[in-house]
């Protein structure tokens, strides 16, 4: 079963408007990932937020961890129509190797220009 | 710097073939892991290996197998194929050992597989 869950499913704003996707997992993690994927295509590491970090920047993501509640959310700002993916978290908690990540099923994005 | 690779593309097979798909992980580094994604799906892992050894493996059953070279590229082998095999295969690749889990992974485009 997968740790972690995306909500909401879909999402569809227009040009410009900010757009929240949240992540919940289940036990305890090392870190946290978000990635983005175009068409099934590969993903792209979008941060990776470490568990004892509560908030992480990058370009126009923010991305937030609250470890009491097992839960994180990626704040994309002035979103456009290129932010159109499929974006997913996913979480690591083994203590030496990256990689072994469970990831939740995805949050849909569309951005309509 | 190289990023990761996979091959092939693509891949129809019919249910009971054996396939092997084939990544290269980027430069520098000693660890593969294999992703399956089912469409609508997020990827789920399958095993890791790291230094040519197996570590770490996923629900998975053993007619998924794999292999790690000297050079860190890796095959992911899948015998008796079924219906439900078909799905993209990810591969990441990530700089392992030590105190090193804050090491992000990076993921080559995939293998579409479809089993008819």
Sequence with gaps: SQQGEEDPQALSIQEGE?????CSYKTSINNLQWYRQN???????????????REKH??????????SKKSSSLLITASRAADTASY?????SDDTNAGKSTFGDGTTLTVKP | ETGVTQSPTHLIKTRGQQV??????????NTVSWYQQALGQGPQFIFQYYREEENGRGNFPPRFSGLQFPNYSSELNVN??????SALYLCASS??????SYNEQFFGPGTRLTVL
């Design chain 1, 18 to 22: 900010n757009a929240t996707m949240n």
């Design chain 1, 39 to 53: 068409s099934g295509r590969g993903l792209v590491h979008l941060i990776l937020i470490r568990s004892n970090e």
């Design chain 1, 58 to 67: 990058s370009g126009r993501l923010r991305v937030t961890l609250d470890t």
């Design chain 1, 88 to 92: 997913f978290c996913a979480t690591d």
């Design chain 2, 20 to 29: 092997t798909l084939r990544c290269s992980s980027q430069s520098g580094h």
């Design chain 2, 80 to 85: 008796a194929l079924e219906l439900d095999d």
């Design chain 2, 95 to 100: 700089l392992g050992g030590g105190r090193v």
